[in-house]
T-cell receptor, first 115, second 113 residues
């Protein structure tokens, strides 16, 4: 089966510009996650979706970050405006359901560089 | 505060040698512990999962152990290969947390000829 697909793989923008990342989860996976990973660190959860509902967005900086998962499949994460400190890898993951025993499958990530 | 600490931070070994990576956690209530392998430029991939009642789990040349009493885990890699060069991340899940994961910062392993 196809894995989690993310695009673009790399993005370079100037500060204050907007940017959007796209994620297509594994078919049949109801739960979708967006993570931020800084260099040399483990991923940090930004938002978790159960189908189309955001059930945990407590770590999402809502002043500049937004996300949506229309129709409960693909998802988009947006930053507007981007800041220098947003430079990181943005990982998308999906799991069949939201319980702790369901493995999360990760995409390759989008590496964002803000100049 | 839920935390996962890993050691060493980085490790260099020769091809064919064995190595052991360590993980200590303070996450509770504990559900399970996974070891992930993350190749450069790729997303993490799960190697093993252990629940509270399991104290060892193997996946090929990878063997993970869990001591739930001392809240420690290890990942042993046997007969290392160049392709084992990656970051190995210890990840702990809590019960009732909606699959919320607490990640360690990883051990960067480099296998050399």
């Amino acid at each position: 089966e196809a894995g989690v697909v993310q695009s673009p793989r790399y993005k370079i923008i100037e500060k204050k510009q907007p940017v959007a990342f796209w994620c297509n989860p594994i078919s049949g996976h109801n739960t979708l996650y967006w993570y931020l990973q800084n260099l040399g660190q483990g991923p940090e959860l930004l938002i978790r979706y159960e189908n189309e509902e955001a059930v945990d967005d407590s770590q999402l900086p809502k002043d500049r970050f937004s996300a949506e998962r229309l129709k409960g499949v693909d998802s988009t994460l947006k930053i507007q405006p981007a800041e220098l400190g947003d430079s990181a890898v943005y990982l998308c993951a999906s799991s069949r359901a939201g319980g702790p025993l369901y493995e999360q499958f990760f995409g390759p990530g989008t590496r964002l560089t803000v100049l | 505060k839920n935390q996962v600490e890993q050691s060493p931070q980085s490790l260099i070994i020769l091809e064919g040698k064995n190595c052991t990576l360590q993980c200590n956690y303070t996450v509770s209530p504990f559900s399970n512990l996974r070891w992930y392998k993350q190749d450069t430029g790729r997303g993490p991939v799960s190697l093993t999962i252990m629940t509270f009642s399991e104290n060892t789990k193997s996946n090929g040349r990878y063997t993970a152990t869990l001591d739930a009493d001392t809240k420690q885990s290890s990942l042993h890699i046997t007969a290392s290969q160049l392709s084992d060069s990656a970051s190995y991340i210890c990840v702990v899940s809590v019960t009732g947390g909606g699959n919320k994961l607490t990640f360690g910062t990883g051990t960067q392993l480099k296998v050399e000829l």
